[in-house]
């Protein structure tokens, strides 16, 4: 089975332009999670999606990034425009429940450098 | 303050000494996860705890809801056990410790 993937592994971009993130949740989780670590700060919530609707994003930064998921399956983070300070590793998980005893899965991340 | 706090942040030890690492929360949680993460890599669950003690191979994890605290131990450690041991719980969001880097020297 396959697990949580992300695309791409690592981007550079520039100060300014525009990246957007992808992850794949393992299929048939309704629950999909983004976190980002900044260099040298853990690891940190951005937001949850249940299916197609946001639950929580009381963790996104600000409104340069955008999340979906459209069809609630998988989901898209976009920043725009991007700052130095974006950079950092964004993590994607998924679960099938919420609440006791849900095992989270995580994907390998995606590395992005703003220069 | 950080939900999560882990100690020690860096580990260094030589091959085949126990090790442990320590993890404590001050939120409400449902459950907790030890995260493993090498270098360049992604995040591998390898312990969801909720109670009690959970063992894979030489990986021991316990907790103590009443205490809030979990630990993480590893017998006979290998070079091959170098990466970074992350704790998150699950409350009402996940929240994540700093991590703990352990590096085993052969």
């Known amino acids: 089975e396959a697990g949580v993937t992300q695309f791409p592994s690592h981007s550079v971009i520039e100060k300014g332009q525009t990246v957007t993130l992808r992850c794949d949740p393992i299929s048939g989780h309704d629950n999909l999670y983004w976190y980002r670590r900044v260099m040298g700060k853990e690891i940190k919530f951005l937001l949850h999606?249940?299916?197609?609707?946001?639950?929580?994003e009381s963790g996104m930064p600000n409104n340069r990034f955008l999340a979906e998921r459209t069809g609630g399956t998988y989901s898209t983070l976009k920043v725009q425009p991007a700052e130095l300070e974006d950079s950092g590793v964004y993590f994607c998980?998924?679960?099938?429940?919420?609440?006791?005893?849900?095992?989270?899965?995580f994907g390998q991340g995606t590395r992005l450098t703003v220069v | 303050k950080n939900e999560v706090e882990q100690s020690p942040q860096n580990l260094t030890a030589q091959e085949g000494e126990f090790i442990t690492i320590n993890c404590s929360y001050s939120?409400?949680?449902?459950?907790l996860h030890w995260l493993q993460q090498h270098p360049g890599g992604g995040i591998v669950s390898l312990f969801m705890?909720?109670?009690g003690k959970k063992k894979h191979g030489r990986l021991i994890a316990t907790i103590n809801i009443q205490e809030k605290h979990s630990s993480l131990h590893i017998t006979a450690s290998h070079p091959r056990d170098s990466a970074v041991y992350i704790c998150?719980?699950?409350?009402?969001?996940?929240?994540f410790g700093t991590g703990t880097s352990l590096t085993v020297i052969p």
């Open positions: 998150a719980v699950i409350g009402n969001q996940f929240y």
């Open positions: 939120v409400g949680i449902s459950a």
């Open positions: 705890l909720s109670s």
């Open positions: 999606f249940v299916k197609e609707s946001k639950q929580d």
């Open positions: 998980a998924s679960s099938l429940l919420t609440g006791k005893n849900t095992e989270a899965f």
